[in-house]
Each structure stands twice: as structure tokens, then as C-alpha cells.
């Protein structure tokens, strides 16, 4: 069945320094989701790509959708320790309301 | 104000002993969904519904059951809950229509089946 690949599992910065992760589907995706969830929270909706090669960005957020819409990524410049949390991207296939998640990057910034 | 509410937060129960969980917004939104998270499988869609009186399958469905007979709830039902459901489950909900939006999410449902 269809499957969302999401790396790296955890990542581990010190504050300032950047960092990205990465999410390939196995098949064309029609949109893509990012979400954040804070330790012990629920996720939290960040952006949604629609388009093949979008690029867009929340001040030191950037996401991409890939050419092929079957990649993206998120990247995130000069981490703060505000942005530890675990981030996921949710693919969408056609019309339909199936989602699948990736398993997910969970980001650790040491002060 | 704007929200997605489960209850219950949090549930100790029995192999076998059936259990409702509730989810309930309040924004008019047509797509809901369940998921379950949990550690290093991240999260898994169960069910989702993308209007009233229509549900369907998502990744994991099986031993769950949903309904959707009003807009703003949607329930999972485990008829007859098992130790590898335990889990945390969350409800989200979406503006849909012809696809699915930003989700808002539920504060979550810690279930332990022994």
C-alpha cells in the first residue's frame, strides 16, 4: 500500500544551526500537510503544498513540494529551542480523505 | 472558541469490554478523521469521514467502528477492545469539501486495554 518515508527519525542541533527533514511517498501525492506536536501535545497544523515545486516559507520555516509531488521537505534556519516538538508531513492521494502520515522527525535544540 | 473535545482523556479498560470514545467540533466542518499514534509508527489514520453519513477505511481500521448520523460527532467504537489497541488516539476535523484542509485536532485519548 501506499507509504509516507519520513528522515531522520530524530535530530539532535544545537541551537542556531539548521535543520531539515525529509518525506518521500511511494506514490504521487495531490497535496501534502506539516504538522507539529509539542512533547505531550497534539498536533498542530503548519502548511499545507498543493503544487508541483512550490516552495513556501513562515519566517524561518521553509517547505518544498517536489516536481514529481511525490517528496518534500521542511527546513528550518538557525533553530530556537522553541521549535523542539516532533514534525509530520501527511500525504493526501487524489479526492479521497485518506491521509498518510510519516512516522515523523523529532527535533531536540540544546541551548 | 474553536475546537475539536474528546472524551474521555484518558481510559483503563478490559479485553472485551466495549468503549465509545466521543469527539465532537464545533467549527461546521465536514471531514473528520481518527488516528492512532504510537511510538515510532507516528500516526495512523483509522477512519475519516468526509460528510454526514459517509465513512470510510483509512490505514488501520481493523477492530474499530465509526459513525457519523450529525455533522459535528464523530465516535469511535471499539466493540471489543484488545491489548495492541492501546494507544493514543486523536479526532481531527477539516473544512473539506472537495478535499481535505488544515486539520484541527483533538487534545487526545490515552487508552490502556489489559
Known amino acids: 500500500g501506499q507509504q509516507v518515508m519520513q528522515i531522520p527519525q530524530y535530530q539532535h542541533v544545537q541551537e542556531g544551526e539548521d535543520f531539515t527533514t525529509y518525506c518521500n511517498s511511494s506514490?504521487?501525492?495531490?497535496?501534502i500537510q506539516w504538522y507539529k506536536q509539542r512533547p505531550g501535545g497534539h498536533p498542530v497544523f503548519l502548511i499545507q503544498l498543493v503544487k508541483s515545486g512550490e516552495v513556501k516559507k513562515q519566517k524561518r520555516l521553509t517547505f518544498q513540494f517536489g516536481e514529481a509531488k511525490k517528496n518534500s521537505s521542511l527546513h528550518i534556519t538557525a533553530t530556537q529551542t522553541t521549535d523542539v516538538g516532533t514534525y509530520f508531513c501527511?500525504?493526501?492521494?487524489?479526492?479521497?480523505?485518506?491521509?498518510?502520515f510519516g512516522q515523523g522527525t523529532t527535533l531536540q535544540v540544546k541551548p | 472558541e474553536a475546537q475539536v473535545t474528546q472524551n474521555p482523556r484518558y481510559l483503563i479498560t478490559v479485553t472485551g469490554k466495549k468503549l465509545t470514545v466521543t469527539c465532537s467540533q464545533n467549527?461546521?466542518?465536514?471531514?473528520m478523521s481518527w488516528y492512532r499514534q504510537d511510538p515510532g509508527l507516528g500516526l495512523r489514520q483509522i477512519y475519516y469521514s468526509m460528510n454526514v453519513e459517509v465513512t470510510d477505511k483509512g490505514d488501520v481500521p481493523e477492530g474499530y467502528k465509526v459513525s457519523r448520523k450529525e455533522k459535528r460527532n464523530f465516535p469511535l467504537i471499539l466493540e471489543s477492545p484488545s491489548p495492541n489497541q492501546t494507544s493514543l488516539y486523536f479526532c481531527a476535523s477539516s473544512f473539506g469539501g472537495r478535499g481535505v484542509y488544515e486539520q484541527y485536532f483533538g487534545p487526545g485519548t490515552r487508552l490502556t486495554v489489559t
Open positions: 501527511a500525504g493526501l492521494t487524489g479526492n479521497t480523505g485518506k491521509l498518510i
Open positions: 506514490t504521487t501525492l495531490s497535496n
Open positions: 467549527m461546521n466542518h465536514e471531514y
